[in-house]
């Protein structure tokens, strides 16, 4: 299959707009069925903006219509003569300008809040900071917590989309490998219910009460 730009955005936008499976938007995306899952569950990518396909050159009507017909169809990207171009390269160590790095703890909190399985040498390595000031941000005990906010830091611009989807995608991968190993997430145990309080009953009334008169207590004056 060709590698199509900016992935998880396609994956958004045919979530949205189309009624494909998600096998089939998986594989168009280069996606796991359970990342497009969470797309459409709205867990994943929720402040990514949707991609549209067909206006981006890399995918036909033609293609979309058969996929719609039969969900056991894989579409097939247009081959673009760019995209060996575009795609990312190795590059060394990330260097984030100096006007840049105050954004970011607002990106480590980002990664934090939306892609929890992403890990911290994956987060340090993408956006060129340290596991120590990433344990800061998530304690909240970082010097500027209280104006730390998530950020995406594509918006930011500290990374681009693709660097972005590649990270996660990995990340995402890793997970759903893990959680299969495991057997799927384990259930919690159901909890006890909680034991029902004794009902105390009101007394009964004297069944002797308003009996005794006081010519039977202290006698007749006869």
């Known amino acids: 299959m060709t590698d199509i730009l900016m992935p998880k955005a396609t994956a958004v936008w045919l979530v949205d707009n189309t009624s494909l499976t998600f096998e089939q938007i998986a594989d168009f995306c280069g996606l796991h069925p359970l990342e497009v899952r969470g797309i459409a569950d709205g867990d994943v990518a929720r402040d990514i903006r949707g991609a549209d396909p067909i206006v981006n050159g890399q ?33 060394g160590p990330k260097y984030t300008p100096v006007s840049r790095r105050q954004d970011r703890p607002d990106a480590i909190a980002w990664f ?20 120590s000031t990433i344990e800061s941000v998530r304690g909240r005990t970082h010097w500027n917590s209280a104006n730390i906010k998530p950020v995406d830091p594509v918006t930011l ?66």
């Open 112 to 131: 934090v809040r939306h892609h929890p399985e992403v890990t911290d040498a994956q987060i340090a390595k993408l956006l060129g900071t340290t596991k």
């Open 157 to 222: 611009g500290l990374v681009g989309q693709l660097q972005l989807d590649e990270v996660v995608k990995k990340a995402a991968d890793k997970k759903a490998k893990d959680d299969a190993k495991r057997g799927g997430p384990t259930l919690d145990a159901e909890p006890e219910a909680p034991a029902e309080e004794p009902v105390v009953e009101a007394d009964e009334p004297d069944a002797y009460a308003g009996s005794h008169t006081a010519e039977s207590v202290f006698g007749s004056r006869d």
């Open 59 to 91: 995918l036909t009507r033609e293609e979309l219509d058969k996929a719609h017909a039969d969900s056991n169809y894989r579409m097939k990207a247009v081959v673009s003569r760019h995209a060996e171009l575009l795609k990312p390269t190795k590059t």
